[in-house]
């Protein structure tokens, strides 16, 4: 194995949690309701998927694990912000603290256990491509859901009816609601998809990234993708495109450390945040770009009158 | 609102007087943690030190603890609450009490604070501290035997002192086996963050090292070196669980034996304010078993730790030159305390720029 084929397949690591969770994210954005609560949600499923997985010693029990409990903690978030109409970033921040909260009673008895890792699945045929095969189609499960997400994201929203409404809620929900469209029902099913996808990017840390729980493992990965979903101008292909990208700065930071290149290591640490500051100064310059795809109902409370 | 305020203080005060009238019987020893208790790293190990003192001293006193104290101001409240509450003895044990215990510590000049790793004492604040250097040197001698390669990965947190001391020990003792020996560091700017630390292993594992240090808190180094089929170093508590055939020891803070010590001079009214920076031979840490090793290798960090117990080693002895080539210590010269516990240079030999 190359040294190359070795980054690469580190950076794959490190970027799939922060797709999957800002994938999430993006579907409940472009339904106009802004959820500040990815980090609690998904260390959440990283503690429950950990649990799951010890208790069951079926890692896809504990996949399972992490997709439902991310789901139903963001029912929570969904009931609050949706049917009492609470304010959605003190919502979404409550929620992060709460799960950080949570996930540390949950995963208390596993403290210094040694997990069991998600194993890779060969893809036949594929798996034997060189250069590609070992980096593409010999991967777990979660990182093939990965890429189906975006695909399939992308073509929900651009090219279904559903899709359709979805925008339309974000847009404008008060006449998204006049032409007869779920409002409330949709934002509700895209807030659980968005807790589901950050359920499922905790699993993929408690058992790929690295098979231990720690409290607070997340260690911030939710805040940076919901900076992604901003950087991606809530285009699922930007996204994917974003998330490798913040992946590949922040290993190669440690790369160009071990070599050593004599760059300080604050500077390198603070890298992936530097380029992704840049990107969004680039993104906002162009403000049609900008205004074209901002859910202009983002984070607006909605009461249909009746 | 008012009503539950006074229903809060009320309870608050009933509290504090039980507290009080079972302090009574027995002598009260207090503890305040910076994480939780069960971190699996440094407050779990000051948490079994706590245990141990149960263990030895149990029908003479008993023990408090809070734990998940955050350091700066909310430090002062819970270092009074422990005061108030009538502990003989406290021990603030993160390094960012420090200010919280000198200030309450003059309001209660009765009761008597020990904080660790910190610098400022006074008539009732005591310090203490580990010399972890001294295990890192046995390491480093462990590492230069064993790897193949003549390279050490070093997974570093903050550019502290602490730290600096470990990576020159850890050079020190490797140089002492083999003086072309190198280490690739890499600085993670985290103390925990089991990805991150992740990262930093597979990254020194592809750049070729046999051999994992790390000074960062999780287990998560230590699972990518047996994922690699190389060797590594546990920090703060026996990882052997994360790596059965990849840990080759380990330093572990075994606090249990100074908190008995010191608590048994406050029962016998000797406690005086001190500042104590024990090693090896006074048990404050101890080597996890030597493992994952050539018989010889483990003959040579047994001799290494007997040594240093003895005081026949002290790790920091010259000649010793630093990282620019200038001289630092003279043949058979030992480094005092002051220079290491603010050490901010490499000892020559280290590739790395230290971060400033």
């Known amino acids: 194995m190359g040294i190359i084929e070795a980054i690469l397949l580190t950076v794959i690591t490190a970027a799939t949690p922060l797709v999957l969770a800002s994938m999430g994210e993006l579907v409940a954005e472009r339904t106009g309701v802004l959820n500040l609560g990815v980090e609690g949600m998904m260390v959440m499923g990283a503690a429950l998927a950990f649990a799951a997985t010890q208790v069951t010693g079926s890692p896809y029990i504990g996949i399972l694990a992490g997709i439902v409990g991310g789901a139903l903690f963001s029912l929570l978030f969904g009931f609050l912000t949706l049917t009492l109409v609470t304010n959605q970033v003190a919502t979404g921040l409550a929620l992060t603290i709460l799960g950080l909260g949570i996930s540390g009673q949950i995963g208390e008895p596993y403290l210094g256990v040694s997990g069991i890792k998600l194993q890779p699945i060969a893809i036949p045929l594929l798996a034997d491509i060189p250069f590609l095969g070992p980096l593409l189609f010999r991967q777990d499960l979660i990182f093939y859901l990965s890429i189906g997400l975006v695909v399939g994201v992308n073509w929900f929203l651009f090219k279904t009816r559903a899709g359709l409404k979805i925008r339309a809620i974000g847009d404008n929900h008060g006449s998204a609601h006049a032409l007869g469209i779920h409002v409330i029902r949709t934002r509700y099913l895209a807030v659980m998809f968005g807790g589901a996808c950050a359920g499922l990017a905790g699993a993929q840390l408690s058992l790929v990234y690295t098979p231990q729980w720690v409290e607070n493992m997340s260690a911030g990965r939710g805040w940076i993708a919901l900076a992604l979903v901003v950087f991606a101008s809530w285009r699922p292909w930007r996204l994917l495109a974003g998330g490798y990208l913040f992946g590949a700065v922040s290993i190669s930071q440690l790369h160009a450390q071990a070599l050593g290149l004599g760059i300080p290591s604050q500077f390198l640490s603070a890298l992936p945040y530097i380029a992704t500051i840049v990107v969004l100064i680039l993104i906002s310059h162009n403000r049609r770009m900008t205004l074209v795809n901002t859910p202009a109902c983002l984070g607006k409370p909605f009461v249909p009158d009746r | 609102m008012k009503k539950i305020i006074l229903a809060l203080a009320t309870s608050a005060a009933v509290l504090g007087f039980a507290a009080a009238a079972s302090a009574q019987d027995k002598t009260k020893i207090c503890f305040i943690y910076v994480g939780s208790k069960t971190d699996g790293g440094y407050s779990e190990a000051h948490d079994h030190g706590r245990q141990a003192l149960e263990k030895a001293l ?30 003989a003895l406290v021990f603030t044990t993160s390094f960012g009490f420090m200010d919280a215990t000198i200030k309450v510590a003059q309001k209660f000049p009765d009761v008597k604070f020990e904080h660790a790793t910190g610098f400022k004492s006074a008539e009732n604040v005591g310090t203490y501290n580990a ?196 001289d630092w210590l003279a043949d058979g010269q030992v480094s005092d305390d002051g220079t290491l516990l603010g050490m901010n240079f490499y000892v020559a030999g280290v590739d790395d720029k230290l971060p400033q």
């Open chain 2, 131 to 326: 010399r972890f250097y001294e295990g890192r040197y046995i390491q480093g001698v462990i590492a230069a035997k064993m790897s193949k390669k003549g390279v050490a990965g070093y997974i570093a947190s903050f550019p502290i002192p602490e730290v600096v001391m470990g990576i020159n020990a850890f050079m020190l003792g490797a140089q002492s086996v083999n003086p072309d020996f190198k280490v690739k560091i890499v600085w993670a700017n985290t103390w925990a963050d089991p990805g991150k630390e992740a990262d930093a292993a597979k990254a020194l594992a592809d750049q070729g090292v046999d051999i994992l240090t790390q000074h960062t808190d999780s287990t998560a180094p230590m699972q990518v070196a047996a994922e690699r089929g190389i060797h590594a170093f546990g920090q703060a508590s026996d990882m052997i669980s994360a790596g059965p055939n990849t840990q080759l020891t380990s330093i572990v803070d075994t606090w249990g034996n100074y908190y008995i010590k010191r608590t048994q001079a406050v029962l016998d009214g000797t406690w005086k304010s001190e500042n104590v920076w024990d090693g090896l031979k006074d048990g404050i840490l101890t080597m996890a078993p030597y493992t994952n090793m050539p018989d010889d290798v483990k003959k040579a960090a047994e001799e290494t730790e007997a040594k240093i117990r003895s005081g026949e080693i002290h790790p920091f002895t010259g000649p010793v030159k630093k990282q620019d080539g200038s």
């Open chain 2, 58 to 87: 149990g029908d003479k006193i008993e023990t408090a603890y809070l734990e998940n104290v955050p350091e700066g101001p909310d430090a002062e409240r819970a270092v009074e609450r422990m005061a108030r509450s009538g502990c």
